[in-house]
């Protein structure tokens, strides 16, 4: 990591903590919010475990929501992208790729907007973005580790795309002007923010009146907050995933109209215990809290209880702009 960039990191983290203490009130993982100790604690991991994926880019690891579908254009594909989508994009964005499912489906885009992408990971979704807000346009990508951003820029560059630009910034202080986003689109991330309500008022702030979000993520049904605990169950995306109920709730609350589910995938039992074994074999913790866990999930999962990517889209009140949108 280049000095700017560490000393950048840091001063973002010494100020993420100092806001974090000022709230960071409400309930632990698999819930809403954290306490500052254990925010920091879970951004940490999730860093860590991303930048590693940048650095690993190109490799067949496995996308964190893909209950271990290797990454690239075939679990794309399975996820809602188009053979024809990625046409010309670059390997290392579509092989870095760590969605749960397609958010520019539902976004429809129109040229000359501004797209906010949050956790912008290897570019992917902001080439695809850019390319349909055309050159009057603009794509912001937000990602708070270095590593992906780096590795993001590249792949615009090789895109030969003039009309994004990437963002050092976490997803609950978003470094984005008041209404000043047509759109934003986020795909698999918001599960992990520790404060997913802080996620969604800064959304609903950074929009313009009658903006769009539209996000990919995971939810939960019929499982017990909490049930997942542990920092790997966290970055698999399914340690933070909230009852689906609170997640659309969260962004009612935060000032969205019109919030609803367009499309879904259950993932099967077989698939969510494969996930959190992968996760339970790569723990710190020696304990097998993360392995007991696991059994109790899979036995709720049995029950009837389920995991499941959602695309989720939103309006921001006000009178939208402009006569076609």
């Known amino acids: 990591m280049a000095r700017d960039e560490a000393r950048d990191e840091a001063r973002d983290e010494v100020r993420d903590e100092g806001r ?26 999730v860093q860590e475990h ?12 496995p996308s964190c929501c893909g209950a271990g579908s290797p990454a690239g254009a075939s679990y794309l594909e399975q996820i809602g992208y188009r053979p024809g989508d990625l046409d010309g994009v670059p390997t290392g964005a579509s092989s870095c790729s760590a969605g749960c499912g397609n958010p520019l489906e539902g976004a429809e885009l129109k040229p000359g907007e501004v797209v906010l992408d949050i956790g912008s990971g290897g ?10 807000v055309g050159p009057a346009g603009r794509v912001i990508g937000l990602d708070f580790t270095p590593d992906m951003l780096d590795l993001a820029r590249r792949n615009v560059a090789q895109a030969g795309l003039a009309n994004v630009e ?15 986003i047509d759109v934003i689109i986020s795909n698999c991330v918001i599960n992990l ?21 539209v996000i990919s993520d995971i939810v939960t049904n019929g499982i017990p907050p909490g049930a997942l605990a542990g920092l790997e169950a966290w970055v698999e995306c399914v340690g933070g995933a909230l009852p689906e109920d609170e997640y659309l709730g969260a962004i ?30 790569g723990a710190c ?32 009140g006000g009178a939208e702009r402009g006569a076609s949108r």
Not at 50 to 61: E, F, I, Q, T, V
Request: one cysteine or more; a positive charge; proline letters at 3%.
């Open 20 to 45: 974090a203490e000022g709230g960071g009130k409400g309930r632990g993982p698999g819930g809403c919010c954290a306490g500052a100790d254990e925010a920091t604690r879970l951004k940490k991991a």
């Open 50 to 61: 991303y930048a590693a994926r940048a650095r690993g880019a190109g490799s067949k690891a």
């Open 123 to 132: 570019g992917l979704d902001a080439i695809l973005a850019a390319r349909q």
């Open 166 to 180: 990437f963002r050092h910034g976490d997803a609950e202080h978003m470094p984005v002007a008041d209404s000043s």
């Open 193 to 213: 923010a520790p404060d997913k309500r802080a996620v969604f008022r800064e959304a609903c702030r950074v929009l313009r009146p009658g903006g769009r979000l």
């Open 252 to 281: 009612r609350a935060a000032g969205f109209e019109t919030v609803g589910i367009w499309k879904r995938a259950d993932y099967d039992t077989a698939a969510v215990r494969d996930a959190l074994a992968a996760a339970a074999g």
């Open 285 to 316: 913790c020696a304990d097998g809290d993360l392995r007991e866990a696991a059994r109790r999930v899979v036995e709720i999962l049995e029950r009837g209880g389920r995991v499941s990517s959602v695309n989720v889209r939103a309006v921001k």
